[in-house]
């Protein structure tokens, strides 16, 4: 799933210049690619703790995985966010998915 352009979250920003020029020398990538790619970064990392959590969740039960372990894998993913978000329970993460 691409954040990017799908994200109605993100305003929109131009990519940072010095990370697309690094992207262009460093890579094979042209500049609109390169662009393409931090933009879609950037988006990515933007998305809400609630949108993340509703969203690993459908995941994880596609394949699967049970809540105690989904809440659980959650908890720990959640820690390790480029922007961490705050220290959920299992309760607060359910509220988040079941309302």
Do not use: C, W
Request: no cysteine.
């Amino acid at each position: 799933m691409l954040f990017g352009r799908e994200s109605p979250t993100v305003d929109a920003v131009p990519a940072d210049r010095s990370l697309v020029d690094h992207l262009v020398a460093t890579t094979e990538l042209t500049e609109t690619e390169a662009a393409r790619v931090v933009d879609d970064v950037v988006a990515f990392h933007a998305e809400p703790v609630e949108a993340y959590v509703r969203r690993r969740h459908a995941e994880l039960k596609t394949y699967g995985a049970r809540n105690s372990e989904i809440f659980a894998r959650l908890g720990e993913e959640l820690v390790h966010r480029v922007v961490a978000a705050p220290a959920l329970s299992e309760r607060q993460l359910r509220r988040i998915v079941y309302g």
